[in-house]
């Protein structure tokens, strides 16, 4: 069977953690006013694998749930449902449930419906198999554990505990782990609510870390 980049192959062994995903994908996918065609073309995806993905018959990785919530220009907390009390400017750590999809660990580590987006993430090892993505933004990081290595257009740094990052998203990057024990790190993007947010370089097309 082809797969399309972002794909990930069924895996009946994987928590049914994203069940709710499933109706919000379809309805603010409509709520743009695009069709399944249209809207799988700028994720990378294949028709059917974001059918499947609405139908919840598939599981989205965390780099295919930031493609998505650019595309539709909401945040990944929409996307999850999560719709906290009066816009309540305190996130409590008991308060956000970790969320793990093809090896990525992330809690929300702030308010959702904002222009930036800020996650506590859990970054597994990097491989020569990962992507480079290419998308309209700018990112921050900052390493809390462990090593992370981080491939900034030709050159690549390695971040120890301490050490931040904060580039533009249109230059190619690509982030993961030094270490295969993984790497914690605070990670802040901005949301893109401008037509721009729908263009990507490279390929046309989101990449995966």
């Known amino acids: 069977m082809e797969h399309f980049p972002g794909e990930q192959s069924p895996d009946p062994a994987a928590p049914d953690v994203l069940t709710d995903v499933a109706p919000q994908l379809r309805a603010l ?14 994720a990378g995806l294949s ?25 539709y220009g909401t945040t990944v907390s929409e996307l999850l449902g999560e719709v906290p009390p009066e816009r309540d400017p305190i996130v409590r750590a008991g308060r956000s ?12 580590a702030g308010g959702p419906g904002r222009a930036l987006q800020a996650l506590r993430v859990h970054v597994p090892y990097a491989t020569r198999a990962d992507i480079v993505r290419v998308h309209p933004g700018e990112e921050w990081l900052h390493v ?15 971040l120890d505990p301490g050490d ?9 990057h690509r982030i993961g782990a030094a270490d295969r024990d993984g790497a914690e790190l605070l990670f802040v993007h ?20």
């Open 97 to 108: 449930e970790p969320v793990e999809a093809d090896g990525w660990i992330y809690r929300q």
């Open 29 to 42: 996918r409509r709520r743009r006013g695009l069709t399944l065609e249209a809207a799988a073309l700028r």
């Open 47 to 71: 028709p059917a694998h974001l059918s499947r993905l609405e139908t919840g018959r598939r599981q989205p990785s965390l780099p295919m749930l930031l493609a998505l919530a650019r595309i």
């Open 164 to 172: 931040s990052a904060h580039f533009d998203s249109l230059t190619p």
């Open 144 to 158: 809390l554990d462990g090593r992370v290595r981080l491939a900034l257009g030709d050159a690549v740094h390695v």
């Open 190 to 209: 901005t949301l893109m609510q401008s037509p721009a947010a729908e263009l990507c370089l490279g390929d046309g097309a989101p990449h995966l870390r």
